[in-house]
């Protein structure tokens, strides 16, 4: 399932497609956003942001399209001459522009707020602000760390809850824990300053730089040009910081990744 660099990406290519020219097709497949086509039709996209695995697409005339891709949602990009062929899959929403088009498809939830009122929809108030966020800080997540909230959670749990930080997933589980040589069972509780320090900064640096370098869920890497995977199914090879060997369990029933060598 892609995590917070991956949707990240995806967001980067939709605005790329779209940005800040006029839309001249709007099409939504649910009735009650059908009113908001025509208001939008004109209209131009300011931006794509991504807060977790929600999209919120802005509009000039300060409304926003929330949508959110569950499991099965997927926004596409269409060019000029390009066939559109919908195959199995259920359009929900057409954006389209003199030039370019994007259409999402299969997801359920999508909405329009307005502009100065999305950040109140209640999954964005749930979760924890997105790790790709530049302006948060280590120190920020320092203090989620040793929050009442989260100071007693085992980081195996929490690094996959949305409400700590909202974009990290199984992979960046496993390689901010390597990173900052800890254990899923640990708790913030049970860590001294230098290994807080250590997994605040991890939790930046891991997804930040998988987001830099064109994160993948492919352990294949070439030429160097993709985010390497340190023990994310690495099982059975060499841990490149001790040489012992890595080894696959289960945490939170999702499989995890790490170095009994030099980990803990």
């Known amino acids: ?18 940005l800040d020219k006029p839309l001249t097709e709007v099409w939504f497949a649910f009735p009650s956003l059908q009113p908001y086509q025509s208001a939008l039709v004109g209209q131009r996209v300011k931006g794509i942001e991504t807060r977790g695995k929600a999209l919120l697409t802005h509009f000039s005339n300060s409304l926003t399209l929330y949508s959110h ?9 269409f060019n000029p001459g390009d066939v559109i062929n919908h195959g199995k899959r259920s359009l929900r ?3 389209a522009t003199p030039d370019s088009a994007i259409l999402l498809y299969s997801a359920s939830e999508i909405e329009i707020w307005p502009t100065e009122e999305v950040y109140q ?12 966020d530049e302006s948060l800080t280590p120190e920020q997540v320092m203090a989620r760390l040793t929050s009442p909230r989260f100071r007693q959670r085992q980081l195996g749990g929490m690094l996959l809850d949305q409400a700590f930080l909202a974009g990290l997933g199984n992979y960046l589980r496993a390689e901010i824990l390597w990173l900052a040589r800890l254990l899923p069972s640990h708790k913030p509780s049970s860590l001294n300053d230098e290994q807080l320090d250590a997994l ?16 993948t869920m492919d352990e294949n890497v070439h030429h160097g040009a993709l985010f390497r995977f ?17 080894v696959k369990t289960f945490v939170s029933s999702r499989p995890f990744f790490s170095c009994p060598g030099c980990q803990g």
């Open 69 to 77: 891709n569950q499991l099965y949602g997927i926004w596409r990009v």
């Open 1 to 18: 399932m892609p995590e917070g660099p991956e949707i990240r990406r995806a967001a980067d290519q939709l605005q790329h497609a779209v």
């Open 200 to 215: 605040a900064d991890a939790c930046l640096t891991i997804a930040r730089h998988s987001y830099a370098m064109r994160g």
């Open 93 to 95: 929403v057409k954006l």
């Open 121 to 132: 929809h209640p999954f964005l108030q749930r979760i924890g602000p997105d790790v790709l």
């Open 230 to 246: 340190k023990v994310f199914a690495r099982e059975g090879q060499p841990c490149e910081r001790c040489g012992e060997t890595i």
